[in-house]
């Protein structure tokens, strides 16, 4: 049973971006998205920070500042290796969505990291949300390795959907369905 970190969340956090449940990698090192070909600080620091190579603080740090939260989905699952598609079915334990979402009400876009992010939200959490919920959900691609089919490049350009959602939080649903 791999068990995933806690969030990286200020208080007045706008947008929550959703992984799945970490990987391997991020596991041993104690850190989100640790993998060295991971897409996801590249996007965090060409869209927050206007540099690169920051510590893993200063860049926990620049995602509090600009009202980003990081999260997983899971909490706990059985999985062997790093690919989500290797999570053993009826071990996932989801974290506590509605009691994250009361501590940062400003939230009202929900980011997914990923297609196995938001199908395990919409399977394991959206049922139990309040149906007058205001959530908006926007599906984006992978930051991960094993989604190669776009360069980290596209996958910034697809992720400017966050600036957006801060500048203006009246944006339109992205996902195939809620």
């Known amino acids: 049973m791999i068990r995933g970190f806690d969030p990286i969340a200020a208080v007045d956090a706008r947008v929550l971006v959703l992984g ?3 990987g391997q990698r991020s ?103 309040s149906p007058a919920t205001t959530l908006q959900f926007v599906c984006l691609p992978s930051t991960s390795p094993a989604h190669a089919s776009l360069s980290r490049d596209a996958k910034l350009e697809q992720w400017r959907a966050i600036t957006a959602a801060l500048a203006a939080p009246h944006l339109a649903p992205l996902c195939d369905d809620r």
Not at 71 to 99: C, K, M, Y
Not at 109 to 124: C, D, E, I, S
Request: net charge neutral; aromatic share 14%.
């Open 27 to 129: 596991l041993d090192a104690g850190q989100y998205y640790a993998h060295p070909y991971n897409a996801f600080w590249y996007i965090v620091e060409s869209l927050f920070a206007g540099r690169s190579g920051l510590d893993y603080q200063e860049r926990c740090s620049v995602l509090k500042k600009s009202r980003v939260a990081v999260w997983d989905v899971l909490q706990a699952a059985d999985r062997t290796g790093s690919l989500d598609s290797a999570i053993v079915a009826g071990s996932e334990v989801v974290n506590d969505f509605a009691g994250f979402l009361q501590r940062h009400a400003e939230i009202g876009t929900l980011f997914f990291n990923g297609r196995t992010a938001h199908a395990l939200f919409k399977r394991y959490v959206l049922p139990g949300l």
């Open 20 to 22: 799945s449940v970490p």
